[in-house]
């Protein structure tokens, strides 16, 4: 196994690790490689910025129609993380947008999340703490990478039912291995955790 695709293996993104064994691999271990360079003179803001552009370019260039809507929230009970910058970005936009957390179910996320038992919290607990009684995200605007990236074309009932066998994700090797590079350089934290250790800033 070669030293990209080890390091693949253990990046976050989720289409990034689906492409690994296919066709695309040595073309995703190729930019992955090559985004590594890239980051190794680049500060957070910046990879911010450039980690946004991938993003909606995989939007923009999608072949297929995105199931993702407003109001559908199966996602937003995944475990997200954070950089150090996207830390900042949350807290200055909690400043000038304050939000109503529910403290006693980030107590449940944060202890779960220390004691490695996050999924064998039942789907409800998951609930991020910042979705609304819409089910919409109260930080939009600032929300992290990950929430952004992940972009379905199935029918989201198997998303809300976690039948991953049948989730389909829009794919593109080229900004997965960019992420990917992005989550195995910088040093990130569990949202929920972040959150409880820093309620008093919120």
């Known amino acids: 196994m070669s030293q990209g695709k080890k390091e693949i293996d253990v990046a976050w993104i989720p289409t990034a690790e689906a492409q690994i064994g296919t066709a695309q691999e040595p073309l995703l271990i190729q930019a992955f490689l090559q985004h590594r360079q890239w980051l ?3 500060k957070e803001a910046a990879v911010q910025t450039r980690s946004l552009e991938k993003i909606d370019q995989v939007y923009q ?5 995105i199931s993702c809507a407003a109001g559908c ?6 475990r997200v993380d954070i950089s150090k910058h996207e830390k900042r970005l949350i807290l200055a936009h909690l ?4 939000v109503t957390i529910d403290r006693e179910r980030l107590a449940v996320q944060t202890q779960a999340l ?3 038992t996050w999924d064998q919290l039942p789907f409800p607990a998951r609930q991020c703490v910042f979705l609304d009684k819409s089910s919409r995200c109260s930080i939009y605007e600032a929300r992290p990478l990950l929430c ?3 972009f379905v074309t ?8 976690e039948n991953w066998s ?7 090797p080229d900004a997965d291995a960019f992420l990917s590079a992005v989550f195995t350089k910088f040093k990130f934290e569990a949202l929920p955790v972040f959150l409880s250790e820093n309620l008093d800033r919120l």
Do not use: L
């Open 61 to 65: 260039n999608g072949q297929q129609p």
């Open 154 to 161: 199935s029918d989201r009932q198997h998303c809300y039912a």
């Open 73 to 78: 929230a199966a996602c937003c009970h995944a």
């Open 40 to 42: 190794r003179e680049q």
């Open 166 to 172: 049948q989730i389909s994700r829009v794919t593109n």
């Open 95 to 98: 400043k000038t947008n304050p």
């Open 114 to 116: 220390r004691e490695g």
């Open 148 to 150: 952004r990236r992940y």
